[in-house]
């Protein structure tokens, strides 16, 4: 039996809030890579570093300056978290940390992507933890032609490969994504960027996300801005295809906003919450998907995931944590496959995902405190991903628990989201909305 190699993934989204470590054990076994959870922690940014961050994203102006100390802030702040989950999930035995760093700016051009940054010197990590790090996984895929997103894109085919019907995986984060049946992958558009964008704005700073849906449930959709939003070119670009907060901003909405009159902030956020189901809803169709594995901090939102399943009528819609990965950490589990076959020498990348010419072994190596001693290269990649101890983690055992919300309620909700949405009710004071949602865009 094949050795198993303990992988820290480390990974902070679009959303910036947080910086996500999850610890596993990898090891192949014939064409499997079989992936054992050790567990996850979350160390929030402190707020100078959060508000330098939101500073410095598109479209501000920033200077060279504030991009060297915001490196060396979030690569101390990666490290600490590193360090954490070395010692509280690994005890101290970890092989190898995997980075993906803090996107500050994807440079799209044209339908083209032309190189990307991501932030978070892996210097840090090395000496933190004494340990190689692999980092900079997106600039390899777009040197060789590719859009360096989504890049968990082979993970996700992997991992749901032989699962019955046709399975999409799909992140909600700041910008939404989702990895096809045929493993074409792609940003759907914005998850939370707009609805995160619209509460800051309308909060003064105070709030930085719409907790629970609260605001979404209290608005009405207001149709003449949801029909501007939806205008936007990029929903019509085929894929593969990228975005971010290059595109999806304060500013972005602002200009939306322009000559609508003052709009109620519930109302506000409501649109922009029907607006991200929507155009996930229209990505998922366009999939041919019949099942739809959720991730990501969108998940956390009862409204928004009431509203994605009711536009997804007989599409089961489940969270990646009933797969066996936490909805929270997926990616960051992703990015420790991901760093495992880069220590392995196997490339990372589908062509076929993110548009490039070949796949490719991604990201720099930074050597721990012995040296870079990295494992002989692997003969061949492996064909499926099985998380162990998961009751979804072989495809063959069944599509697991379904709990519907009633006839012509969409699609069908895992148990665990309507438990979810009966709390999320009863705290509201209305019942009802587990059934109605947020009125209709009318």
Known sequence: MARSTRVIGLMSGTSYDA??????????????????????????????????????????????????????????????????????????????????????????ERGRVHGTLQIGQPAWIAEATGLPVVADFRPRDIAAGGQGAPLVSLVDSLWLRGRPGAPVALNIGGIANLTAPDGTAFDTGPGCALIDAAVREFGGGRLACDADGALAARGRVHGPLLERLLAEPYYALAPPKTTGKELFHAGYLREALAGLGTLPAEDVVATLTR???????????????TEVIASGGGTRN???MDLLGRSLPGVALRTSGELGLPEQAKEAYAFAVLGFLTARGLPGTDPVSTGARHPSVLGSVTPGRDGLRLPPPARRPPVRLVVAGAAGGDPARGSGRRAGLGAGSGAVLSSRFHRRLIRWAHDAGDSSRVVSGPRADK
């Open 275 to 289: 607006l991200t189901a929507r155009t996930i809803a229209d990505a998922v169709r366009a999939a041919g998907a």
């Open 19 to 108: 910086i996500d470590a999850a610890a596993a054990d990898l090891r192949p076994a014939g064409d499997r890579l079989v992936l054992e959870p050790l567990g996850t922690v979350s160390e929030p940014y402190d707020d100078e570093v959060r508000e330098a961050l939101a500073a410095a994203l598109p479209p501000a102006a920033v200077t060279l300056a504030d991009v060297c100390r915001l490196d060396t802030r979030i690569g101390q702040a990666f490290a600490a978290a590193a360090v954490r989950a070395d010692r509280e999930l690994c005890g101290g035995t970890a092989e190898l940390v995997a980075s993906h760093g803090q996107t500050v700016y994807h440079w799209v």
């Open 302 to 304: 009862p409204v928004l």
